[in-house]
């Protein structure tokens, strides 16, 4: 299957940092990727549609100057969380999803996860 | 609201075991259907489904989808305890970047 990978898989860092997350799509090009926010023993809910060369599309309920995503790449995206508080202490998923030519445009594959922890 | 609801919402069956697995949508623009199985780390992919009455097979784990009804089921035989995971259901959306809208998740238990 495709692979899509995240760095840092876990981060610990103090109230009032930012932090940074890559995710790479390693297998093809991702015009589009996706950032997910997933509470303990809760569903994966859509933060943000990041699109290669523009602007990102934020959720409704979403801080766009909270959680700023640059995808600056066809296969790199990345989301930092600035400022970090607390209640931002969440497992962060990245997916990738081929393009429309790959045969398979609806599949999203998902990156391993980046399991942040603000104290 | 789009909303994608699966049930049970846990389960527990002892190791050879069938279960079967249910998820129900409400959606505009409804493009697939998505299976995907989370363990510790991130959701693995198992199916995609798009037309109605036709099954998907991989080994223990078939799924099929009725579009008149507005559901989908994933039946896993034959159970292991390695089949122990977070079962997600997801739909496509025809529209912009074709987002997933995601289920609650079954959480599924197998004892040796």
């Known amino acids: 299957g495709a692979v899509v990978s995240q760095h840092p898989s876990r981060v610990i860092c103090k109230s009032g940092t930012s932090v940074k997350i890559e995710c790479r799509s390693l297998d093809f090009q991702a015009t589009t990727m996706f950032w997910y926010r997933q509470f303990p023993k809760k569903s994966l809910m859509l933060m943000a549609t990041s699109n290669e060369g523009s602007k990102a599309t934020y959720e409704q309920g979403v801080e766009k100057d909270k959680f700023l995503i640059n995808h600056a790449s066809l296969t790199l995206s990345t989301l930092t969380v600035t400022s970090a508080h607390p209640e931002d202490s969440s497992f962060y998923i990245c997916?990738?999803?081929?393009?429309?030519?790959?045969?398979?445009?609806?599949?999203?594959?998902f990156g391993p996860g980046t399991r942040l922890t603000v104290l | 609201e789009d909303k994608v609801v699966q049930s049970p919402l846990s389960l527990v069956v002892h190791e050879g075991d069938t279960v079967t697995l249910n998820c129900s949508y409400e959606?505009?623009?409804?493009?697939?259907l998505l299976w995907y199985k989370q363990e510790k780390k991130a959701p693995t992919f198992l199916f995609m489904l798009t037309s109605s009455g036709i099954e998907k097979k991989s080994g223990r784990l078939s799924s099929i989808l009725d579009k008149k009804e507005l559901f989908s089921i994933l039946n896993i035989t034959a159970t292991q305890t390695g089949d122990s995971a977070v079962y997600l259901c997801a739909v496509g959306l025809i529209q912009g970047a074709q987002k997933l809208v995601f289920g609650q998740g079954t959480r599924l238990t197998i004892n040796p």
């Open positions: 997916s990738s999803k081929p393009g429309p030519a790959s045969g398979r445009p609806d599949t999203q594959y």
């Open positions: 959606v505009t623009n409804f493009r697939s």
